[in-house]
């Protein structure tokens, strides 16, 4: 199994960018995705998740209004559209998989599958 994160970067405060995480290996519709990031000198932390069918969708609250998930199981590809990006969300961004069955969807535990990560760099 292989999840291939892209689209991080450099962008000022304000800015946008679109994180994209490939799926290989694994019968992608069949499972929950997740965002999770990492800041310096913290733990990882959940971002955003959704269902297998696309139909439930979560956000931490420092996100909400601002980021996007979505998913194309015909793309084997789930994204993160972030827009008025802050400082704050400076981090390294990781993708996950979870079996469809899988609980709580902000538990690092139930997810399988990690991505490598990229880094989201937010100048002031």
């Known amino acids: 199994v292989q999840l291939q994160a892209s689209g991080g970067g450099l962008v000022q405060a304000g800015g946008s960018l679109r994180l994209s995480c490939a799926a290989s290996?694994?019968?992608?519709?069949?499972?929950?995705m997740g965002w999770f990031r990492q800041a310096p000198g913290k733990e990882r932390e959940f971002v955003a998740s959704?269902?297998?069918?696309?139909?439930?969708?979560y956000y931490t609250d420092s996100v909400k209004g601002r980021f996007t998930i979505s998913r194309d199981n015909a793309k084997n590809t789930v994204y993160l559209q972030m827009y008025s990006l802050k400082p704050e969300d400076t981090a390294v961004y990781y993708c996950?998989?979870?079996?469809?069955?899988?609980?709580?969807?902000?538990?690092?535990?139930?997810?399988?599958?990690w991505g490598q990560g990229t880094l989201v760099t937010v100048s002031s």
């Open positions: 959704i269902s297998w069918t696309g139909g439930n969708i």
């Open positions: 996950a998989a979870a079996p469809r069955y899988s609980g709580i969807y902000y538990d690092s535990y139930q997810y399988n599958y």
């Open positions: 290996g694994l019968t992608f519709s069949n499972y929950n």
